[in-house]
């Protein structure tokens, strides 16, 4: 399974976790306002709390099934040992706790934010490392070019010289391979000692 399956729902996972926090922090400043205030009483900071929570249940289970999906990817594709009904079980039992009901979306958050950036930087590796062999193989073959040319030339000295400067600096290449035929072509023709 591939690295976006799970990354779609973490994009969701991010959205859906600052809006749990903005609704939930927001929310929580205002009960605490009509607390304290001299028109605020119980019935309103009770009605309050409710739509608070109400609120904030919302993106809560938004992102509960988003860390669930990203969980499943992230153990799918073996970057976590946890498996995803971790995050049902956390869900469940810290959803009455507002305190503590951010935690299985922000340790999923961390874990797939890990991942990703693990991954971006073997992917920034690999493409360096294809971009070096290009370039090593564009040397092996103009050095190749060389020897052709002095072949033409008929100076087969020159030739196997380069054709063996391929082999010794770019071995494992297809122009080392390319290099090493030449020369047992060149050897087998008697054009060289």
């Known amino acids: 399974m591939s690295c976006e399956s799970w ?9 859906s976790f600052w809006a749990y926090l903005a609704v939930w922090l927001g929310g929580l400043t205002v009960v605490m306002i009509l607390d304290r205030s001299p ?10 709390l409710e739509i608070l929570f109400c609120l904030s249940l919302i993106p809560y289970i938004v992102g509960m099934v988003a860390a669930y999906r990203t969980q499943r990817g992230l153990f799918r594709d073996g970057y976590t ?8 079980a956390a869900a469940v039992i810290l959803i009455p706790s507002w305190v503590f009901g951010f935690y299985p979306l922000w340790s999923v958050l961390r874990t797939a934010k890990r991942v990703s950036r693990t991954s971006q930087q073997e992917g920034v590796q690999a493409k360096r490392k294809e ?14 070019n060389h020897a052709s ?45």
């Open 7 to 15: 990354e779609r729902d973490w994009r969701l996972l991010r959205v």
């Open 39 to 48: 028109w605020g009483g119980e019935i309103l900071f009770g009605l309050s």
């Open 81 to 88: 040992d946890h498996r995803p009904w971790h995050i049902v």
């Open 131 to 144: 971009r070096l062999e290009s370039l090593r193989e564009e040397d092996a073959n103009r050095h190749i």
């Open 149 to 193: 040319r002095a072949e033409v030339r008929g100076d087969y000295a020159e030739a196997i010289r380069l054709y063996s400067l391929v082999v010794e600096q770019y071995p494992g290449t297809v122009a080392a391979r390319d290099a090493e035929s030449q020369i047992e072509l060149l050897r087998k023709e008697n054009k060289v000692r």
